[in-house]
């Protein structure tokens, strides 16, 4: 077996493994790698295992470094999930000693694996993140009975209010200024337009753009990316003051609407942190919520890495951040953002 980097050119070898591999996302398409490198200036290091001519696995690898928050390997960063894929634990297991490897070279004390499924290797994990996924089985009538009462009436309140959804990547705009805005008033930098720019222009066919409109005014917007069998809610925002109006539900719901039509067996509403507001909210979708098997490879350090928003440390920046004009939050965010994959 032999380990090596995606070569230029190779790419479709690549994403033919991943498109077939079942523990693969959408993710795990080599485009995602110039879309990161091109919009943050971070190296990824792609590496594929060879059995003879067969690809055996992949491992989608970044090194983020930042000179506030140093330097530390992810897969994958800015998007859902990454890590490992591979056909058995030897594969994996060679995979992982080669980006140890790289990344110990960059000076990088860990990586993160994002993992969806659990890995074989014996590397530490965590409980921090979990998803909820919507089984679409039945149809958008059969989804919609499954769902929460106060779903139905949220979903059924917004349209009596007025709320149309839209749909088209030429409402990008719209969700960008809703979703700055949204993450400055929870105290988060936000990553620079180029990288959804970039994402939209190298995944056309795979990322849809929502907007929530009311009375001319958007409300809400949010991005999903639509995989093999899934359709991922990715990156998503409202107006605090509009939300009475029910928006969001309306947004998820077209989205579910969509998804069953693309043919989507399940809808992944997005990671959250565990017992968090955020998976209060999702669990009355009708979905069932797992942990997120995230592993860490420790490369010299013996605990796990501490850089999460949930950390009580960052409270006061992310007290001070939500003091920031709107306008200088866009322009100091990205330079930071691009730091805190």
């Known amino acids: 077996m032999k380990i090596q980097l995606c070569p ?23 485009g995602w790698k110039r879309v990161i490198e091109g919009s943050t200036g971070h190296a990824g290091h792609y590496l594929m295992a060879l059995d003879g001519e067969r690809v055996a696995g992949i491992y989608p690898l970044f ?19 990454g890590g490992i894929v591979a056909d058995g634990p030897e594969v994996e297991q060679a995979l992982g000693e080669a980006a140890a490897g790289i990344a110990r070279a960059a000076g990088c004390d ?5 993992q969806l499924h659990p890995l074989k290797s014996p590397w530490p994990t965590t409980d921090r993140k979990v998803v909820t996924e919507i089984p679409l089985d039945g149809g958008p009538g059969a989804v919609f009975a499954r769902l929460h009462q106060n779903v139905r009436n949220k979903i059924r309140k917004a349209e009596k209010n007025g709320v149309a959804v839209q749909q088209g990547a030429g409402y990008f705009p719209d969700f960008y200024a809703i979703y700055s805005r949204n993450l400055r008033d929870l105290g988060t930098p936000v990553l620079g337009r180029r990288f959804f720019e970039a994402a939209l222009e190298a995944f056309p066919s795979h990322i849809r ?8 005014k ?41 998804a069953c039509q693309a043919g989507c067996r399940q809808v992944d509403l997005g990671r959250s942190t565990a017992d968090s507001s955020h998976q209060d909210f999702k669990k009355y979708w009708g979905g069932e919520c797992r942990t997120l098997p995230w592993a860490y490879q420790l490369l010299g350090r013996e605990d796990l890495p501490g850089l999460h928003k949930e950390n009580k440390s960052f409270a006061l920046a992310i007290a001070l951040w939500k003091r920031l004009p709107l306008g200088l939050s866009r322009i100091l965010g990205p330079p930071i953002a691009r730091g805190l994959p």
């Open 63 to 81: 090194v983020v470094s930042s000179r506030l928050f140093g330097a530390r390997g992810v897969s994958l960063p800015f998007v859902s999930y």
């Open 218 to 258: 958007t409300i809400a917007a949010k991005m999903v990316v639509m995989g093999r069998n899934t359709c991922h809610f990715v990156w998503s925002a409202s107006l605090r003051e509009e939300l009475s109006h029910a928006p969001v539900h309306a947004m998820n719901w077209r989205a579910v609407e969509e």
């Open 8 to 30: 230029p050119g190779q790419e479709a070898l690549w994403d033919e493994y991943a498109s077939r591999h079942p523990d693969a996302t959408v993710f795990h398409l080599a």
């Open 110 to 114: 860990h990586i993160e694996l994002r």
């Open 209 to 216: 753009v929502y907007r929530a409109v009311r009375q001319g």
